[in-house]
Structures are given as structure tokens and as C-alpha cells.
């Protein structure tokens, strides 16, 4: 009885924090005159990031900034413009920040192939690093001179008795 009473106010809690959770979403309604601008809206609006946020979309936030932008968005939707038309004027009003998948060009051109750029340089310092343990691990062969004074000093301490080296 003991467990139950503790299962049912766990999910009390996890029903409260979901209904709170929805109660932080946005909701705007815009009317399209056609679906497929819609469907266009909602891909672009996933696009563009929040300048205020920084790290959520238009569609997530609910700074008035990225309400503005919806609405600039819907706006430019309905008067026809196409989706290069209105990420060329988000960009040129806001900067490539704006976009999360920014274009390539010589500004970002580090962005996309870093990470490529780090996996080689990091492959290149493993090899090298392997390379140079494995030909530390290869024995070296003394040379006679040092053979010769190592069997003296083996003679020394063994007391004078004959030792092989």
C-alpha cells in the first residue's frame, strides 16, 4: 500500500510538470490562404533562430522579437515571397546567426569542416603517437663498449665471479 500511495504521487508530480511544460508553449494562429504555405512557414520558422534567445528557433520562443519575426514571416509568406527571398532578407537584417544552418561561404567555411578538419588532426597525432610507442618498445642491442663496461661492473659486484652477458 505503502508503494502505491508513492507510484501515485509520482505521477502527480510528472502530470503537474508536463501540464506546466504545455502552459509554456507557444501558440499563434495564423490564417494561410493555401497549405502548402503553411507547411512552408512552419520549415522556415524552424530555420530561423531567435536573435534574443540565441539558442531556440522562432517557432520555440516566445520573446516579442521572435513574434515580430512570425509575423514578418507570415506576411512575406502570403505576398508571394519565395523561402530564398525571406532567409536573404532575415540574413541581411539580422546576420548568417540568424539562420541555424548557415550558408557556405569564406565567413563559415570553418564552421562546416572543422569538425572534419579536428577528426584528421586528431587521427594524424594518434598515428604519430603509436608510431612512436611502438618503436620505443623495440630492444636496442648494446654496443662492445658498453657490453665491456657492463661486464665490469657486473664483475664488481658479482665479486669477481664470471658472469655471462
Not at 75 to 84: H, K, P, R
Not at 91 to 101: I, L, Q, S
Not at 141 to 163: C, F, H, I, M, V
Request: hydrophobic share 40%; with cysteine; glycine share 4%.
Amino acid at each position: 500500500m505503502r508503494y502505491c500511495r508513492c507510484a501515485i504521487r509520482w505521477l502527480s508530480m510528472i502530470a503537474l510538470c508536463t501540464m506546466v511544460m504545455t502552459a509554456q508553449a507557444v501558440i499563434e494562429t495564423y490564417e494561410f490562404s493555401d497549405a502548402n504555405l503553411e507547411r512552408r512557414y512552419h520549415r522556415l520558422s524552424d530555420e530561423l533562430r531567435c536573435p534574443k534567445c540565441q539558442n531556440q528557433t522562432i517557432a520555440d520562443s516566445n520573446a516579442p522579437i521572435a513574434k515580430d519575426l512570425r509575423f514578418l514571416l507570415h506576411e512575406q509568406l502570403e505576398s508571394g515571397a519565395s523561402d530564398d527571398d525571406i532567409l536573404s532578407f532575415m540574413v541581411a537584417r539580422y546576420g548568417e546567426f540568424v539562420r541555424y544552418r548557415p550558408g557556405l561561404d569564406s565567413n563559415t567555411a570553418l564552421l562546416w569542416y572543422g569538425p572534419l578538419l579536428l577528426t584528421l588532426v586528431a587521427l594524424l597525432a594518434l598515428a604519430m603517437h603509436l608510431r612512436g610507442r611502438q618503436s620505443a618498445v623495440s630492444p636496442v642491442e648494446p654496443t662492445e663498449k658498453e657490453r665491456e663496461a657492463l661486464r665490469a661492473r657486473l664483475g664488481e659486484s658479482n665479486g669477481g665471479q664470471d658472469s655471462q652477458l
